[in-house]
């Protein structure tokens, strides 16, 4: 969903007892382990300086170190994006260090006086309590899973344009139901082809979320139908495969020529499998990630860019975060359809 998640490929939380805290605080920030106790670190990937770190320091005398090595931080973060990418340098630059009551905050968004405002009036008459955050008493289980449907594309297709669900199962047919409901609201509220292709990237943005019960730290048991339509479409759930596979089944029924690709990723914590898809419009080839265009922000409202940072954009703009066999698909060159481009209806 676009507001109410907390974890996902793009923006990602860090939490105590994981090796990406642990990176972070002394590779990134230069701070020592045990000047913290406790913390939370909420961190973008790629070229995007979204960051914001809760620290609760050891002691008072770990202060004044902390404060002057993430200060460093804000200084080598904005470094990282001058010449390259302007608005995020802004945004970095602007970043805040703030000490008080035995906590460090690091603040690099695009509204650092709000998010300190939330901060200080946490104090307003005494101390927080343990920094919220959740760590399962033993090693998280995924569970029992039940099997996963048996989701056949090329059956889906076939129905669709035959107009005959008979040969579907319940799991096929509730699929088509809903992707029906999408491209009939698609094509009432869109005047070209590309503004077609926002409108379902944005209703899977807004529809969707992002199964963490597949990631670590986080317990429960994962749907069983996340890396297929079925979980994404009907249950409102998902993993990167589970959005690409919805995108491109909602591209061909539309009869947007689209393609899925399967590479690697790496969010600037970790690295892992990963999936998106190319987009053809007119001449050219734009990628789409809608896993990464999803990110949960632990509640906090994102604004829309954030929801379109891998919208119609080229082989370029992504390649320092993913990775994949270049030889085997288009090179995405297209700049006409950008997402502000075809917002303003070009």
């Known amino acids: 969903m676009a507001v109410s998640q907390n974890i996902n490929l793009a923006l990602r939380s860090a939490l105590p007892g994981s090796g990406a805290y642990s990176s972070i605080l002394r590779d990134n920030y230069e701070v020592s382990e045990e000047n913290i106790s406790d913390g939370a670190i909420l961190k973008a990937g790629g070229a995007d300086a979204f960051e914001i770190a809760v620290l609760k320091l050891s002691g008072g005398k770990y202060a004044k170190e902390t404060e002057k090595a993430l200060r460093g931080y804000v200084e080598r973060r904005t470094a990282d994006f001058t010449g390259y990418f302007p608005e995020q340098e802004a945004i ?144 409102g759930l998902g993993i990167c495969s589970g959005y690409t596979r919805s995108f491109q089944l909602l591209m061909d029924l539309a009869g947007i020529e689209c393609i899925s690709v399967y590479g690697h990723s790496n969010n600037g914590m970790e690295y892992g499998d990963h999936a998106w898809n190319l987009v053809h419009l007119d001449e050219d080839w734009y990628i789409v990630d809608v896993t990464w265009d999803d990110p949960l922000s632990g509640g906090v409202a994102l604004p829309p860019k954030y929801h379109h940072r891998y919208f119609n954009v080229t082989s370029d703009d992504i390649r320092s975060d993913h990775f994949w066999d270049e030889s085997e698909v288009p090179k995405a060159t297209g700049k006409k359809y950008t997402w502000q481009a075809v917002l303003n209806g070009n």
């Not at 048996?150 to 107009?163: I, M």
């Not at 698609?186 to 943005?205: F, G, T």
């Not at 969707?208 to 249950?235: I, K, Q, R, S």
């Open 92 to 235: 970095a630059k602007n970043g805040k260090v703030i000490v008080k009551n035995g906590y460090a905050l690091l603040l690099i968004c695009p509204d650092t006086t709000a998010a300190e405002e939330v901060f200080r009036n946490a104090f307003s008459t005494e101390a927080p309590g343990e920094v919220p955050y959740y760590v399962p008493m033993e090693e998280p289980q995924s569970g029992e899973k039940e099997d996963s449907w048996d989701y056949d594309h090329d059956k889906l297709l076939k129905a669709w344009n035959t107009g005959n669900t008979d040969a579907l199962d319940e799991k096929g047919q509730a699929v088509l139901k809903v992707c029906e409901k999408i491209l009939t609201d698609a094509r009432a509220n869109s005047r070209s082809v590309p503004e077609m292709e926002l409108y379902i990237h944005d209703w899977l943005v807004d529809n969707m979320e992002y199964d963490t019960a597949e990631l670590e730290n986080y317990g429960g048991v994962p749907d069983p139908d996340h890396d297929n339509p079925y979980g994404a479409l009907v249950n």
